[in-house]
């Protein structure tokens, strides 16, 4: 499609083809290894603007059906299977049994065009028939090789736009050449009602999965975080207030030798957001030096691309610049208000030495108490949203998934990147599994096409025989191989499980067996028995079969998923991920695994490698970075909140010494003055966490799509936040407690 496309030179630039994800068995100097590469057109580089680190990008005559098949390499890729060497150029390695020469290497910058998938090399698209290539964008074996003239429809287009040109512009043009030159000529493929449409989109929205997956989990953090700076204004707010209380009688002289009002509240401004200012300078160097081991954390799930970069780019230094003067402004509105209804005659006539320890709280105390009373609020409503996240993870860890995840390591394999077609593959699995079987450590072995909770599943429609002809039912399905259900500890519930006669059927066979889940029971049949009912293919990967099983429930999408009824089949060839049962730990069986699939075929690569727990933790990794970022950011929250709380108590204390030393003197006695001081602290912290438990009551309902198991107004964890603050606000009033207990009544009175 893309070469109709080149033909708009008033609209675009520049129009490139690529295939996005192609899997290939490489052979260099070493064993056979899988990659993921892209196939790529000719003007590839330049469209993008991307240029080589070393040697060369591709180019015009690189694309040329017939031509010698080159290589352009990824740096990461280059730097860790070639050390970074940059001999590596004009070297020949074999991809899928073809010869291929490596003409240079990306630009380091350059990971992939979707940043969220990095890749190790790039081919031309004319490269595609000599590597196995069909019509549907596979390496299968059991489909012809592409051909000259072949139409293909799993190439993404991506297009520059003319200087001038806009998005709505180039839309009607590339439209209208797409209805003209495509749909007119292939009417007899589609429907008229499922005919393709075409939609430009910005390449960053149209490629990457990205901005999708993340945004509301980083939306979500970017809110905790805004919190969590509102508590830190506040709590610095608090400390501006105390430290300008002190400064009374020296703003005082100044107001009274002529200095204006204002310009005292623009120095007390600027002291705050000089103040802000340095605070954002340490903020940029801590974020630039702690960026690297922040995605390195980020990338053990496996999700988030480890080569993606994170750079202090100068949009970020913008927002960092104006996110600081802004907060210095916020807490320094404070003080400066202050400066500027001062009372001069009573800041005159106090005593240098009894200032801020007099008895009369003026308005401090009550804005003092109004700003920890918001850092309370603000610290509940990070909390809160904390306490759901992680109540989420826990009931996701704590699922019954339906099998028996201990204990089993799970690898691909793809045979037909060395040539190998269904049967040939089938008749390969039929030989490793034995050998897989006999290796030490392992229990029992066998393969399917797709790994439970791995998101990876076919969907098709059936018909139930005996129903009206027209009458059709949508499931989803999974290709399983032999001893598949004992491998994974699925219980038969009734009938049989897969023998091995039903992996060797004459092609002649009328009905094949199929073995169901009990949703597809409940779901389909309602209370019948389906043993020995047969279905109908009408969809895709299913011919007509037999129930002869039923077995129990599995989770198979996600954890996340409902129970969905599942149908299995017996698995042929082709690629498959298989499932290693063992007695110890599955990671120390892999030696072993390696060398039962060298000894059939040295040159077929494994990937994938990992084990169903880690396959489970991978799959609950965003879950977890959420839980695990917005504990911090609440901890932190409630941590800034109860020094907060802590300042404020311990300023009254230094500024009533003489109150509660004539309290002492009188004969009060020190747990009274205990039960003062703690009072305070407490009321305050229940005036706070009751503002923000009523918050939070109004807002943690948008965090209903990221939660599973407990509700948005979940009182065990509101309860448990509120006991958490409780104890950090008692620790926070204990010592000032206790220092206002120890105050020496003849010492305190001594200040007059």
């Not at 802000?276 to 691309?305: C, E, K, T």
């Not at 059936?462 to 500890?489: C, K, Q, V, W």
């Not at 092609?507 to 779901?523: H, Y």
Request: proline content about 6%.
């Amino acid at each position: 499609m893309f070469h109709q496309f080149q033909s708009l030179q008033d609209t675009f630039s520049s129009v490139t083809g690529l295939c996005g994800n192609v899997g290939l068995n490489l052979r260099g100097n070493g064993p056979a290894t899988f990659v993921q590469g892209e196939m790529v057109s000719g003007d590839f580089f330049e469209t993008l603007g991307v240029g080589a680190a070393v040697g060369r990008t591709f180019g015009p005559s690189d694309d040329t059906l017939g031509a010698p098949v080159v290589a352009v390499l990824g740096y990461g890729y280059w730097q860790s299977a070639f050390g970074g060497d940059p001999a590596a150029v004009g070297k020949t390695i074999w991809l899928n049994s073809v010869p291929v020469t490596i003409v240079g290497v990306a630009a380091k910058e350059f990971p992939s065009i979707d940043p969220a998938r990095g890749r190790a090399i790039w081919l031309p698209l004319s490269a595609s028939p000599q590597l196995g290539m069909d019509l549907y964008g596979h390496v299968s074996g059991d489909h012809p090789s592409l051909q000259a003239g072949d139409d293909i429809w799993w190439v993404y287009t991506v297009a520059r736009l003319k200087g001038g040109i806009t998005l709505d512009q180039a839309q009607a043009a590339a439209g209208a050449l797409f209805h003209n030159d495509v749909l007119d000529k292939s009417k007899e493929l589609f429907k008229a009602e499922d005919a393709p449409r075409l939609v430009l989109m910005p390449a960053p929205q149209a490629i990457s999965g990205l901005r999708e997956q993340f945004s509301t989990p980083l939306a979500i953090l970017m809110t905790a975080v805004g919190m969590v700076l509102l508590v830190a204004c506040a709590n610095v707010a608090g400390l501006m207030l105390a430290r300008s209380a002190t400064r009374q009688r020296e703003l005082a002289v100044r107001l009274a030798l002529g200095a204006g009002r204002a310009r005292i509240a623009r120095q007390l401004l600027t002291e705050s957001v000089l103040l802000s200012a340095v605070g954002g300078i340490a903020g940029i160097l801590l974020a630039q030096w702690s960026a690297p081991s922040l995605v390195a954390f980020m990338s053990r799930g496996g999700l988030w691309p480890s080569h993606l970069a994170v750079r202090l780019d100068p949009s970020v230094l913008a927002f960092t610049a104006l996110a600081s003067i802004l907060t210095g402004i916020l807490f320094g509105l404070a003080p400066a208000f202050r400066g500027l209804r001062l009372d001069l005659t009573p800041a005159l006539k106090a005593n240098p030495a009894s200032l801020g320890t007099g008895t009369s709280s003026g308005g401090w105390l009550n804005l003092g108490g109004t700003l920890v009373i918001a850092q309370v609020a603000l610290a509940i409503l990070v909390l809160s949203g904390a306490g759901l996240l992680v109540r989420t993870l826990q009931n996701l860890k704590s699922i019954n998934p339906g099998f028996d995840t201990r204990n089993i390591l799970l690898f691909r394999m793809d045979p037909a990147l060395n040539g190998y077609n269904g049967p040939r593959s089938k008749s390969l699995y039929s030989e490793l599994l034995p050998r897989l079987e006999a290796s030490p450590g392992v229990l029992s072995a066998t393969y399917s096409f797709d790994d439970l909770l791995s998101g990876n599943y076919w969907n098709t429609s059936f018909g139930i025989e005996g129903e009206a002809p027209d009458t059709s039912h949508a499931t989803i399905g999974l290709n399983a191989g032999p001893r598949y259900f004992e491998t994974m500890g699925i219980p038969l519930m009734a009938g049989r499980l897969f023998t091995a006669q039903d992996f060797s059927l004459p092609p002649d066979t009328k009905w094949e067996p199929a073995v169901i889940n009990e949703a597809f029971a409940r779901t389909f049949f309602k209370g019948q028995n389906p043993l020995g009912r047969r279905i109908t293919g009408t969809g895709h990967k299913l011919v007509s079969r037999e129930i002869v099983g039923i077995v129990g429930d599995t989770k198979f999408r996600n954890l996340r998923s409902e129970i969905a009824p599942t149908l299995f089949v017996p698995a042929g060839g082709g690629e498959a991920v298989f499932e290693v049962r063992t007695a110890v730990d599955p990671r120390t069986v892999i030696p072993a695994v390696r060398s039962a699939v060298s000894q059939l075929d040295d040159n077929l690569p494994l990937f994938s490698m990992k084990t169903e727990s880690e396959q489970i933790e991978r799959s609950l990794f965003q879950e977890r970075l959420i839980a695990r970022l917005s504990s911090f950011f609440g901890a932190l929250s409630l941590l800034l909140a109860c020094i907060g709380l802590y300042g404020l108590l311990s300023y009254e204390v230094t500024r009533r010494t003489r109150e509660i030393g004539v309290r002492l003197a009188l004969g009060a006695r020190p747990a009274d003055i205990v039960r003062f001081i703690v009072g305070q602290g407490i009321a305050l912290s229940a005036a706070g966490a009751m503002l923000g438990i009523l918050v939070a009551l109004g807002v943690t309902r948008y965090l209903g799509s990221l939660l599973y198991g407990v509700r948005p107004f979940d009182p065990l964890t509101f309860f448990a936040v509120a006991s958490l603050l409780g104890l950090v606000a008692l620790a926070a009033c204990y010592f000032p407690a206790r220092r206002a207990m120890h105050v020496d009544p003849m010492v305190a009175l001594r200040y007059e």
